[in-house]
């Protein structure tokens, strides 16, 4: 397993782009693989042919662990496979993570270290095909099962160890298979005994195994404290409508990007923040690498607007669009993702009106975006209504003091509050 990005310490196959006994040339991709951040292509150094898969799509293994056995065809690898057997290495690898269920009986039994198919504790029928007592049943035929209502106990699989997979149900189909019978036709049983739900284990992410490993390194070591504040977005919002009115769709800029860049301004006027402590000192940044929080599939992940204080609305808009596409198709860099020295997390489009996020180490603070909403406030003794948008910062208070948190969040909330601050 290589070394794919600064932070990696092991890599989960994502699929084998070459198959067993597959030629290959230098530089052609042999496998994807999902490092703590992104999907990586694995690319061959040299030509040869890949022998043998150690490490079957789904699994994972240490930087430097033994994935694969690669060399010249017909090549004698027998010594490697019992050199990778014995020391737990080698892993025959599976086109499809199959799901096994389980008989009572098997229930307690603890699975073997490893196993990493799906457990679900269902009474097996004794003429239902068995493999060690379990029903082995491939994902596509589960899913094509219970879509269909077929009972998998009334079917004997033909796949290999007697494996229910696809073509048994689509010829239970064809063969008119029927539903089970709805819960409502059967008699009320009030004395009928419900046991613990079934459940499936799945193999995490490496995205969402790193996002699980760095909120724990930060909410527990740092001292972390909030500060809170509203902001009046109606001048913001009108400004923002002028400069859209004289852009094509695709070059319209977000409330998110004006957000983004007024931080990096703000970030400037108060270095203790846009700073990060380093143990014995603290180090100030010259320039505000803003990471921006998207939502993808496996978690969260934080693209960087490299001196948002240096760039135009429509350049951030432009490379938010750019960053985020790239997240989604997990295209991303490691130099995209890494290095950022502030961070906003903004969840006003969802609906959600306040929130508190949690710092990414190594930096200093984080701010949390809530949604604009219509709300009554006093001004000059007379109730009226005003786009209120609340702003929870999270701070590390070994790097900045409340009255510090404070004075950024005065200054960001003027900058929004009269836009062209940011001019200044």
Known sequence: ????????????????????????????????????????????????????????????????????????????????????????????????????????????????????????????????????????????????????????????????????????????????????????????????????????????????????????????????FYLTVEIEMDNLLATRKQINANLDDDSKISVNDIIVKAAAMSLLKHPWVNASYQDKHVRFYEQADIGVAVAIDEGLITPVVRGANLKGLSEISAEIKDLAAKAKAKKLQPEEYTGATFSISNLGMMGIKEFTAIINPPEAAIIAIGGANPTPVVRDGQITVRSIMNVTMSCDHRAIDGATGAKFLQTFKQMLESPAMMLL
């Open 1 to 224: 397993m290589p070394k794919l990005s600064p932070t990696m310490e092991e890599g989960q196959i994502s699929r084998w782009v070459k198959n067993e006994g597959e030629a290959f040339e230098a530089n052609e991709t042999l496998a994807e693989v999902d490092t703590d951040k992104a999907t990586m292509e694995m690319t061959a150094l040299s030509g040869g042919t890949l022998l043998k898969i150690l490490k079957g799509a789904g699994d994972t293994a240490a930087l430097g662990e033994a994935i694969a056995i690669i060399g010249q065809k017909g090549e004698d690898i027998s010594a490697l496979l019992s050199e990778s057997s014995s020391n737990g290495s080698a892993k025959k690898a599976e086109p499809t993570e199959p799901v096994v269920v389980e008989s009572p009986a098997e229930k307690e039994q603890p699975a073997p270290q490893a196993e990493t198919r799906a457990v679900a504790s269902v009474p097996v029928k004794e003429d239902a095909p068995k493999s060690n007592g379990r029903m082995i049943v491939s994902p596509i035929a589960a899913r094509m099962a219970a879509d269909n209502g077929i009972d998998l106990r009334s079917i004997a699989g033909s796949g290999p160890q007697g494996r229910i997979i696809k073509r048994d149900i689509e010829e239970a189909l064809a063969d008119g298979g029927k539903a089970r019978p709805a819960a409502a036709s059967k008699p009320f049983t009030p004395s009928t005994i419900v046991g613990a739900s079934p459940f499936r284990d799945e193999n995490t992410s490496k995205i969402r195994q790193v996002i699980a490993s760095r909120l724990a390194e930060s909410i527990g070591p740092i001292p972390t």
